[in-house]
Nanobody, 117 residues
Framework: QVQLVESGGGLVQAGGSLRLSCAAS????????MGWYRQAPGKQREFVGT???????DYADSVKGRFTLSRDNAKNTVYLQMSSLIPEDTAVYYC???????????WGQGTQVTVSS
C-alpha cells in the first residue's frame, strides 16, 4: 500500500501563488508516476499534471504555463507550484500515484484550494 498526504492548500487571491506538497509513504516499489488531479464543486475530478520518476511531465492545457511540477525522489514527495491563480482553479486537489506493475492507482485525501476574485 501507499499513503499520500497532501499539504499546502488554502485561500489565495486571484493572481497569487500556492505550492502544494504530497508526501508518499509505504511500498514505493514500481510507483513510477505521481501527480495531481482536482475536483471543483459540482464537477468531475479532472487531470492537472503528472511527473514520472524520470522527470517527464504532462499538464492539462488549462494549467500549462502556470503550474509546475517537481519531485524529490529521495523524499518520495511531489510538489505542485501554482502561479497566476484564477477563480476557476478553485477545487479540492488530490495527490495521485500509479503503480505500473499492477496498474493500480492511489489517492490522497485532498487539500482545498480557494482562489478569490
Amino acid at each position: 500500500q501507499v499513503q499520500l498526504v497532501e499539504s499546502g492548500g488554502g485561500l489565495v487571491q486571484a493572481g497569487g501563488s500556492l505550492r502544494l506538497s504530497c508526501a508518499a509513504s509505504g511500498n514505493m516499489f514500481s510507483i513510477n508516476v505521481m501527480g495531481w488531479y482536482r475536483q471543483a464543486p459540482g464537477k468531475q475530478r479532472e487531470f492537472v499534471g503528472t511527473m514520472t520518476t524520470a522527470g517527464t511531465t504532462d499538464y492539462a492545457d488549462s494549467v500549462k504555463g502556470r503550474f509546475t511540477l517537481s519531485r524529490d525522489n529521495a523524499k518520495n514527495t511531489v510538489y505542485l507550484q501554482m502561479s497566476s491563480l484564477i477563480p476557476e482553479d478553485t477545487a479540492v486537489y488530490y495527490c495521485y500515484a500509479w503503480r505500473y506493475t499492477i496498474s493500480k492507482d492511489y489517492w490522497g485525501q485532498g487539500t482545498q484550494v480557494t482562489v478569490s476574485s
